[in-house]
């Protein structure tokens, strides 16, 4: 995603030098990365106390993959578990990763970067500091950031509602990256709805009344793909599926979302067998890890006086139960 070329000079000065050009494209995002690149300073002036013989690299990579490894804590047992319709808690235990097969490198499929354009979900307006805000207008300008801090924040992110995942609930300034979508899935060629549901064992639909409750969203497949429901593409399937109970996706995305996440997150080199000890991290970074499993604890030991009286992140649980489709 790219800064706009015409952005005013000012707006420009308030953008923060990130590793990509992606992280300043929301005032929440950056909020993400700046409370990330606090922590990884954090962690690079305790390793370095404790560690007065090594060089500023050694701290650096040290304390890099200290938050790599606490990300992937905070994504499996906050994250995961918020958007999963299962009672059940996951833990990021990697053993069970140790012996399996598929134990390698991550990398991205094309199916995972069309599936997880949760886009629609995105609404027109945010809350910030207790005020209206709409996120078009919140784009490549960390003004409020840096006015109000990293404390509201994260607390304005939570406490804003999100949009339900479906078809014709997208806003309006996001319709061109649907499109986008769209496009990429046909150049790649990808297989239809259909196929991919059969790869992810589920039953092929024959009626598309399978797909979804909803007769808007039915007659609108039928119209698109001349009442065959084996036209259905992939993208377009992925979105137009209802979403089961407690769940904040429909149960195709899900059960992908599901196999990825776990074929990659808990795949991940640092967390291999001969990696994933004490001295790769060093005792400091490895407490620290310990004591990481949500966004609060990183915020509690990166905000001046701390998450007393703000909503960090688990407030969203209630929000995703309600969220509203706008047609
Ligand atoms: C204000 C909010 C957002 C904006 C402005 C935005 C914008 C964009 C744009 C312009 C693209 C590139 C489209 C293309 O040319 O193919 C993109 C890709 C993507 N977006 Fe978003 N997006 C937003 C929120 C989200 C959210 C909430 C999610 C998921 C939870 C998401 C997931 C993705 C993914 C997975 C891709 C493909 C990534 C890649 O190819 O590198 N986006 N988005």
């Known amino acids: 995603m790219k800064m706009p070329d015409s952005l005013p000079a000012d707006r420009k000065a308030t953008l923060f030098a990130f590793g990509g050009e992606r992280a300043n494209s929301t005032l929440f995002t950056a909020a993400i990365n700046t409370l990330f690149l606090r922590e990884h300073n954090r962690l690079c002036g305790v390793i370095e106390a404790a560690n007065p013989g090594w060089d500023d690299e050694r701290v650096f990579q040290t304390a890099r993959n200290v938050s790599v490894v606490q990300l992937i804590k905070v994504v499996v047992e906050e994250y995961i578990n918020h958007i999963s319709p299962y009672w059940f808690r996951l833990l990021s235990d990697p053993s069970p990763c140790y012996t399996a097969g598929w134990n390698r490198e991550n990398w991205i499929p094309v199916e995972f970067n069309l599936l997880y354009r949760w886009h629609s979900l995105v609404p027109e307006t945010a809350v910030w500091n207790g005020a209206p805000m709409p996120i078009s207008g919140a784009r490549f300008?960390?003004?409020?950031?840096?006015r109000d801090g990293l404390g509201i924040a994260l607390d304005s992110a939570s406490k804003s509602?999100?949009?339900?995942?479906?078809?014709?609930?997208?806003?309006e300034f996001l319709r061109p990256v649907e499109l986008a979508s769209l496009k990429q899935g046909r150049d790649n060629r990808l297989a239809s709805y259909n196929d991919y549901r059969e790869r992810m064992k589920y039953p092929r639909v024959t009626r598309f009344e399978q797909i979804s409750g909803d007769p808007e969203v039915v007659a609108a497949l039928k119209r698109l793909y001349a009442n065959d429901v084996e036209r259905v593409e992939f993208f377009v399937g992925l979105f137009a599926e209802d979403p089961p109970e407690r769940s904040a996706v429909p149960p195709l995305i899900g059960r992908m979302v599901a196999l990825d996440a776990f074929s990659h997150a808990l795949t991940n080199p640092l967390l291999s067998p001969h990696v994933f000890k004490e001295e790769t991290f060093s005792p400091a970074g490895w407490a620290s890890i310990a004591k990481t499993s949500s966004l609060r604890d990183l915020a509690d030991r990166n905000l001046p006086n701390g998450t007393a009286g703000l909503r960090i992140f688990r407030s969203l649980c209630q929000i995703i139960y309600f969220a509203p489709k706008l047609r």
Do not use: E, S
């Not at 509602?161 to 806003?171: D, K, P, Y």
């Open 161 to 171: 509602q999100v949009w339900r995942l479906g078809l014709f609930n997208t806003a």
């Open 141 to 146: 300008g960390n003004q409020p950031l840096l």
